[in-house]
């Protein structure tokens, strides 16, 4: 059964990159819980949803009662009792759905409607299209940004060296330059990327990633809890460029595993990449876009009740939401992370300066552990450039060229070595005398 | 052919090299120096002894240094070869050692200036940078090199004994003499590299008086500092009348602005031609180096950087064989300072030398007077054999070498 925290699934899903979009859609579907969760738990039905988050007591004759009351929105006031937020209770799921189809309310037709015959054959699936479609608009206005930037790196990388190989002294500056530009770019769209994921997901609208008007807004109202999140993907980043590095690392010394068969390293690589996304990569990739919007949703509460954002920047959803628990009034600071209290020691406090050097230095040592230190140490082609695991797409697994073709090489030569010889064909002795 | 007879003990050599390396290393931590006689190991020659220098009337030697770093896949593997002339042109005149390898103790690097020094000096040894600087290689050889045996054996002035080095590996250049008490820098070879002209024209502009006040200084600084990375003489020592009149010969021809002059490791087969042309070499080394970009992760720089050592090796021997001074007098000496990873989990397997096991393999080939031609010795030998081969191919006593020489060179 799909168990809505199936570690096994997120790896698996990591290991192509199409699947890889799945991974994203149930993060993002997540991020959106995390949302709504902190909304209601900011209202008057804080203790309701509190209740119904304990864990289930396992009781066979009341299981079935209590689930249903469990998933039941009813406790919220309308129309967010019957809207289409399966994720507010229990954790999004990969493949069926959290509830099953029933009349919901459409906010386009301001009415109840009821369940379709289509609704009722897609049901079985319905999360893992749910998760396709989120992955999607996850994944694409990142990318818009991302892509290029991490071409220019690749391009200021190549054509750099190409030049340092060629010794053309008079184009010198070219690698340098363009380095420079595209990680320039990169730490200044990577530095709104986490709240501009997270205004994507909490809207499911993927045009939303681009407010960036709107998302600078919601970082100032808590700079420091933000450049703490931008200080996590550094931190994360570390194991990750480990585990990056290693292969390039592992045939040193006296290391028998320059010796493995193409067929043995294949099956190495696949573990190694597997072990990765299930112990460091896929989680860090779904915990960093759960604490993302966790600090939009509270950027948005206290942006609205000082006046700071108006209702009119937010989402449909969003505004339905809020006005439905009755938290446009609410006049909530964002938490003061401990760290706040040195800045504010050294009178550092609210100043951009202070802010926008960190976001440098932080960003400096992302593109560090994420691009350059790797490359170096075991060089990967373009689509590795174009994708940082902890920021896009968490696909990690790609074998090399020169191993793929000893791969096919060994399996045509096993296949040829195992195909039954012909028997010759037998000759009819004539018979003597 | 190969020769599988050989009754020479490689084991027995090898066993008796670790050991002394693994004494040495516990005692060489302290800086404790060593004599040689004290280890009680079997010498190449008679005991030390006075030496007056004679003439020299032995062959010629060029050393090529294929480095930095290249896989025996891709330069004697006739399948997968870029270095077609150096595979099927060159080694059929002389004798191929495709299994020669550098010995895997466990404090040896496979890297360059190691690989460098080895070849040079015949003897493993753990270098260290002189200020423990990291990935600094200003290593200093505790035992003398070929360049010091020669010219203490033979009146042959510094000009004729030379390394050519490229621009990439600055620190190699002061490799040319080592810091033993019986030998050192009045036994040097000169060097003939970019950074030797860029400090001659620099002296020299400054020397004109081209010019004066901020702009004066401005350029001693960088004299200066250019001269600081000598860090054996700190610039001190001057390059001897005839290569700088070499320079000075260069600078007509090819300008001041390094931007007419080949490049890369084309350069350093322009300066070797020079070289043979103007200054008449008894003993040389040309360090190529340009395969090591490959650690940038570029596969074509690694292939590509074979094929133009290849065809550099082609254009020198091609000069030796219609020189006739040169010709029937020159033994080639081709060895790469290291091998190469292969790694089944990179894209580009051989990216880097982490002293894997494919780092340790190399090869060596010889080719010239007096060697046998179209020979292969296919058995494992070492790279540390090669400085007391060229020592008995010169006829001087390498004493301090360690590896054996390789009697299946000569004809």
Redesign the interface.
């Known amino acids: 059964m799909d168990h809505p925290t199936w570690p096994r699934l997120q790896a698996l899903f990591g290991m192509n990159p199409v699947t890889a979009f799945l991974s994203v859609g149930w993060s993002q579907r997540r991020a959106r819980q995390t949302v709504m969760r902190n909304w209601v738990l900011n209202s008057a039905y804080a203790s309701e949803l509190k209740q119904r988050l304990q864990p289930d007591p396992d009781t066979s004759e009341g299981k079935s009662s209590k689930e249903s009351n469990r998933d039941s929105h009813l406790f919220l006031p309308h129309p967010l009792a019957t809207r289409e937020d399966h994720e507010l209770i229990k954790d999004p799921r990969w493949i069926i759905p959290e509830t099953w189809p029933r009349p919901r309310y459409s906010r386009s037709q301001k009415q109840m409607i009821e369940v379709s015959w289509l609704d009722r054959v897609r049901a079985p699936f319905q999360s893992l299209f749910r998760n396709w479609r989120f992955g999607w608009q996850g994944v694409f206005p990142t990318a818009t940004l991302l892509v290029p930037v991490g071409g220019i790196m690749w391009f200021a990388w190549r054509m750099g060296w190409n030049n340092s190989f060629n010794k053309g002294y008079e184009q010198a500056p070219i690698g340098p330059v363009t380095s420079f530009i595209g990680i320039g770019l990169f730490i200044w769209f990577w530095s709104h990327i986490p709240m501009a994921q997270a205004c994507q997901a909490a809207s499911g609208e993927w045009k939303r990633f681009y407010k960036w008007k709107l998302i600078r807004k919601l970082i100032w109202i808590q700079p420091m809890r933000y450049l703490g999140l931008l200080a996590l993907y550094l931190l994360l980043a570390a194991p990750v460029m480990m585990v990056e590095s290693a292969p390039g690392l592992i045939t040193s010394g006296k290391s028998k595993l320059e010796f493995l068969t193409a067929s043995e390293a294949v099956n190495f690589l696949r573990n190694l990449h597997f072990a990765a996304l299930f112990f460091i990569i896929f989680p860090a990739f779904a915990w960093l876009k759960k604490l993302a919007a966790k600090l939009y949703s509270d950027a948005v509460l206290f942006g609205i009740g000082s006046g700071k954002i108006k209702l009119e920047d937010l989402s449909p959803w969003e505004v339905e939401t809020i006005e439905a628990l009755g938290l446009e009034g609410l006049k909530k600071s964002p938490e003061s992370p401990w760290w706040n209290k040195l800045v504010r020691f050294a009178g550092l406090a609210g100043s951009h300066v202070v802010y926008r050097i960190s976001i440098a230095l932080i960003g400096f040592g992302l593109i560090g552990a994420t691009f350059y230190i790797p490359q170096f140490i075991g060089y990967q082609p373009f689509p590795r450039w174009v994708n940082p695991v902890l920021i896009q797409l968490p696909w990690y697994h790609r074998l090399p060229g020169p191993l793929k073709e000893a791969w096919q090489m060994e399996k045509l030569e096993k296949a040829t070595i195992s195909e039954p010889e012909s028997e010759p064909e037998s000759t009819d002795d004539e018979p003597v005398g | 052919m190969s020769d599988l007879n050989d009754p020479t003990p490689a084991s027995n050599y090898q066993s008796k090299t670790r050991r002394r390396f693994m004494k040495e290393m516990a005692l060489g931590a302290a800086g404790v120096s060593l004599s040689y006689s004290t280890l009680g190991q079997q010498t190449n020659s008679a005991p030390l002894e006075e030496v007056v220098p004679k003439d020299y009337s032995g062959p010629n030697v060029v050393i090529i240094r294929f480095g930095g770093g290249v896989r025996r896949r891709e330069t004697i593997d006739p399948v997968h070869t870029f270095c077609p002339y150096t595979l099927k042109k060159l080694a059929p005149r002389g004798t191929l050692f495709p299994q020669m390898k550098i010995d895997?103790f466990e404090d040896i690097n496979t890297s360059h200036g190691e690989g460098t020094l080895n070849i040079l000096t015949g003897k493993y040894d753990k270098y260290q940078d002189t200020e423990q600087a990291f990935l600094q290689e200003r290593f200093e050889a505790k035992v003398p090199t070929l360049f010091e045996y020669l010219r203490k054996n033979f009146r042959i002035p510094e000009s004729q004994t030379l390394i050519i080095n490229g621009?990439d590996r600055t620190q190699e250049e002061f490799y040319s003499f080592s810091n033993h008490h019986l030998f050192g820098v009045n036994y040097q070879s000169e060097v003939l590299s970019l950074y030797r002209f860029k400090t001659f024209l620099l002296r020299e502009q400054i020397n004109s008086g081209r010019w004066e006040g901020e702009e004066l200084a401005t350029k001693q600084k960088q004299l200066n500092e250019l001269e600081s990375k000598d860090y054996r003489s700190k610039g001190l020592r001057n390059q001897s009348p005839e290569i700088l009149s070499f320079w000075e010969t260069w600078r007509e021809h090819y300008g001041e602005s390094?931007?007419v002059n080949p490049?890369?490791d084309r350069l350093l087969t322009e300066l070797s031609l020079w070289a043979l042309r103007r200054l008449r070499p008894r003993l040389m080394m040309v360090n190529y180096n340009?395969p090591d970009?490959v650690?940038?992760?570029?596969k074509s720089?690694y292939t590509?950087?074979i094929a133009i050592i290849d065809e550099g090796i082609e254009r020198i021997v091609n000069w030796v064989d219609q020189d006739e001074e040169y010709r029937d007098n020159t033994v080639f000496v081709i060895v790469p300072d290291c091998g190469r990873?292969?790694?089944?989990?990179?894209?580009?397997?051989y990216?880097?030398h982490?002293?894997?096991?494919?780092a340790h393999e190399i090869f060596g080939l010889w080719v010239g007077p007096g060697v046998r031609a179209g020979d292969m010795v296919d058995r494992e030998v070492d790279q540390i054999s090669v400085a007391a081969t060229v020592g008995q191919l010169m006829g001087i006593k390498t004493e301090f070498t360690e590896g054996p020489v390789l009697e299946q060179v000569f004809a």
């Not at chain 2, 982490?354 to 494919?358: A, D």
């Open positions: 895997d621009e390094g931007l490049r890369g340009d970009y650690h940038w992760g570029i720089h590509r950087a990873d292969s790694n089944p989990f990179l894209s580009t397997p990216q880097h982490f002293n894997s096991p494919s």
